[in-house]
Each structure stands twice: as structure tokens, then as C-alpha cells.
């Protein structure tokens, strides 16, 4: 497994405070290393929010927040946000993958232009 280092931005730091509070309301108790951050506020113990959830939730912040359709459909092709200040952390292959997902929904949507 590959990690990187990411260095957090006050934003992110509010979102882990914000979900440490949740987990504190919903579980009535301080979060354990072992649980997890993200968590299914539908289940009695703490679960892990299932990788399709954590994707429509990323699919769904983004509509919110009026990104452009053809960066909504290339997040929801690739599984992944793509910034200017992230996209060096791409592998090329990666990098690729989310340009050709933005050029296929250019290609899709010709016809609504």
C-alpha cells in the first residue's frame, strides 16, 4: 500500500472536529483509534461508511456546490475530486484517466451545446 502525506487545511480540520461531534452524539463516547471517521450514522455500532456511500456523498457535495457537469461526471467515473492543488499527487495513468473522463462527457453532451 502507497501512502502520502497530505497536509490538512483548516477546512479539514473542521470537517474531523465536526465528525469527531458526531460520532460523540451518536455513540455517546469519544471516538477509538479503530473506529472509524467516516461512519454509517445508520448502524447501532460504529461502522465504516461503505466506498459507494463515500462516493455519492463526494457526488452529492459536489452538485451542492454547482461544480461544472463534466467535473461532477468525470468524479463519478474515476472515484476521484481533481484539483489544481491536488493533481501532482496523479500518477500519469491516473492523470489520464480523469482527462479522458472529461473529454468522453464533452463527447457525450455535443449535442445539448
Not at 477546512?11 to 472509524?36: H, T, V, W
Not at 461544472?68 to 492523470?95: D, F, M
Request: negative net charge.
Amino acid at each position: 500500500m502507497r501512502y502520502r502525506r497530505v497536509r490538512m487545511s483548516p477546512e479539514m480540520i473542521q470537517m474531523l472536529d465536526d465528525q469527531r461531534e458526531a460520532f460523540k452524539k451518536k455513540f455517546g463516547r469519544e471516538p477509538l483509534p479503530s473506529d472509524p471517521v467516516i461512519f454509517d450514522e445508520n448502524c447501532d455500532e460504529p461502522t465504516p461508511l461503505s466506498e459507494d456511500k463515500i462516493h455519492q456523498v463526494m457526488i452529492d457535495a459536489l452538485v451542492a456546490a454547482g461544480a461544472r457537469p463534466e467535473i461532477v461526471y468525470a468524479c463519478r467515473k474515476t472515484g476521484r475530486i481533481v484539483t489544481e492543488s491536488n493533481r501532482h499527487l496523479l500518477s500519469r495513468a491516473e492523470w489520464t484517466e480523469w482527462k479522458n473522463a472529461v473529454e468522453e462527457y464533452f463527447i457525450l453532451h455535443a449535442h445539448d451545446a
